[in-house]
C-alpha cells in the first residue's frame, strides 16, 4: 500500500497566517490526491481534489500544489474558522490511504 | 439536503458478526460510488471498502479481504458492510461515505457508528 508521509503533525499559527502542509507519498500518485479539514465533532470537508482543484463552496485561500510524490496544502491567510485537522488522501490506487493528519492550533 | 445516516454498530465479542448500514438521502444515490472508512480509537482514518454504483466493482483494504463484504441496495438507496470474524483491532468508527463524480475521494460523509470488538 502506498504510504502518505503528512507533516508536520501539529502547527501553531496565529490568524492572517500563510500555513503551509505537505504530504509526501511513498510512490508517484500523479496528481491523485485530496485535502481534507476536519473540525472536532463534524464530518470531513473536502477542499481540493486531483492535488490542485478546490472543491466547490471552498474558499479561495486555500489552494493544493504537487504531483508525483510531493504536495502541499496552503492557507494563504489564516482565518478563526480555518483552526482545525487537516489530512491528505490518495486515491491513486487501492488501498486508498491518508496521511495521519495536521492539527493546526492558535498561537 | 444530502445525507448519509449509519447504523448497526455496537459491542461485539472477537470472532463475531455485525452488519452497518448506511441510508443515503437527497441525491442520485444511484450514481454513486460508496465508501467505507474507519477511525480507530487515537488513530488516523482508514479507507476500509469500497463500491461501485451497479454494485458490479469492489474494493478492500487487505485487513478486512476475506472478512468483510461491501454491498448495495439502490432501490433502498443503503449501502452495507458485513463483517465478520471481527478482531479487536476492528475496534473503531465506521464511516460510510459518497465519493465524488470527479475522482474517487469521498466528498461526503456520515456521522459514523462504532463498533467495538471486545470480551
Known amino acids: 500500500a502506498i504510504q502518505m508521509t503528512q507533516s508536520p503533525s501539529s502547527l501553531s499559527a496565529s490568524v492572517g497566517d500563510r500555513v503551509t502542509i505537505t504530504c509526501r507519498a511513498s510512490?508517484?500518485?500523479?496528481?491523485?490526491l485530496g485535502w481534507y479539514q476536519q473540525k472536532t465533532g463534524k464530518a470531513p470537508k473536502l477542499l481540493i481534489y486531483?492535488?490542485?482543484s478546490l472543491q466547490s463552496g471552498v474558499p479561495s485561500r486555500f489552494s493544493g500544489s504537487g504531483s508525483g510524490t510531493d504536495f502541499t496544502l496552503t492557507i494563504s491567510s489564516l482565518q478563526p474558522e480555518d483552526f482545525a485537522t487537516y489530512y491528505c488522501?490518495?486515491?491513486?490506487?487501492?488501498?486508498?490511504?491518508f496521511g495521519q493528519g495536521t492539527k493546526l492550533e492558535i498561537k | 439536503e444530502v445525507q448519509l445516516v449509519e447504523s448497526g454498530g455496537g459491542l461485539v465479542q472477537p470472532g463475531g458478526s455485525l452488519r452497518l448500514s448506511c441510508e443515503a438521502s437527497?441525491?442520485?444515490?444511484?450514481?454513486?460510488?460508496m465508501s467505507w472508512v474507519r477511525q480507530a480509537p487515537g488513530k488516523g482514518r482508514e479507507w476500509v471498502a469500497n463500491?461501485?454504483?451497479?454494485?458490479?466493482?469492489?474494493f478492500y483494504v487487505d485487513s478486512v479481504k476475506g472478512r468483510f463484504t461491501i454491498s448495495r441496495d439502490n432501490a433502498k438507496m443503503s449501502v452495507y458492510l458485513q463483517m465478520n470474524s471481527l478482531r479487536a483491532e476492528d475496534t473503531a468508527v465506521y464511516y460510510c461515505?459518497?465519493?465524488?463524480?470527479?475522482?474517487?475521494?469521498?466528498?461526503?460523509w456520515g456521522q459514523g457508528t462504532t463498533v467495538t470488538v471486545s470480551s
Open positions: 488522501l490518495q486515491d491513486y490506487n487501492y488501498p486508498f490511504t
Open positions: 486531483a492535488a490542485s
Open positions: 510512490q508517484g500518485i500523479g496528481n491523485d
Open positions: 461515505a459518497r465519493e465524488t463524480k470527479d475522482s474517487s475521494l469521498p466528498d461526503v
Open positions: 463500491i461501485k454504483e451497479d454494485g458490479g466493482e469492489k
Open positions: 437527497g441525491f442520485s444515490f444511484s450514481k454513486y460510488w
